[in-house]
């Protein structure tokens, strides 16, 4: 089903509501809470970090809300736009170099996609400068779509039916990485961030994937299948919330010896 888009502040309500609905459905955050949010210079992550914070000051629950972002060690990733508008919106910044583009360049196996790898060191570098700073929640600016597109990623590429929780305790058991965006298809997004007028930019790295990569074949993937099908995404964000593994055949949920009638 097709529905009229969202403008102005009946699209911020709507926001607003999504997030809060994922914050209360999956427990995302508490009272007391730090929440770093990474802020990668996408429209996703602008638009979480503004959406919290607005939450934030509206919430019966007490919790911080700070920008944490990793500069890659591109000379085209600038920041200075980005700190100057948190500035003027009174919202915390920290920004952590590192030199993920030469290590990336560095460690790269021939065939692998560059993508992959910088994001795995970005994702180390967030956890560990969250933890220094105090922050005992990382928030993901990871949306519906990108739900879904994980979903058949694993689903064609690495033979597994596995997505993105909506929150996730990390492998050091230091932080929890949330997505209150879980229930937000990404259209919803980008004409938000055009509304807020957010200083969006890229990660200035050349050996980003371009657009036959298999993520945007993916993306392209659920596009098609939601023109068609309106409700397709949502369908997939049920789906996620209501496994039946007695119709599937992983044996650590079966018993197959033991499903024979008497």
Known sequence: MNRHPLTGI????????????A???????????RVAVALSGGKDSFSLLKLLEILRRRAPVRYEVAA?????????FRTQRIERRLEREGVPFHLV?????RVTE???????????????LRRGALYGAAIRLGFNRLALGHHLDDGAETLLMNLFFAGSLKAMPPKLLAENGR????????????????????EQDFPLMGCGCRLCDGPESERARMKGLVSEVSRRYGDA??????????????????????????????
């Open 106 to 120: 560095e460690k790269a196996r021939p065939g692998t996609p560059f993508c992959s790898l910088c994001s795995r």
């Open 23 to 33: 914050i209360h459905d999956y427990g995302l955050i508490r009272e007391g809470d």
């Open 68 to 76: 944490l972002t990793v500069h890659n060690g591109s000379d085209l």
């Open 175 to 194: 932080i929890t990485v949330i997505r209150p965006l879980i229930h937000t298809a990404e259209s919803l997004l980008r004409d938000y961030a055009r």
């Open 233 to 262: 995404r949502h369908s997939v964000r049920k789906a996620l919330s209501n496994l039946q593994p007695r119709y599937l055949s992983d044996p650590n949920f079966h018993d197959f010896e033991l499903e024979d009638a008497d």
């Open 97 to 101: 170099p590192t030199q993920i583009i």
């Open 10 to 21: 009946k699209l911020e309500k709507h926001l607003l509501h999504l997030v809060g609905k």
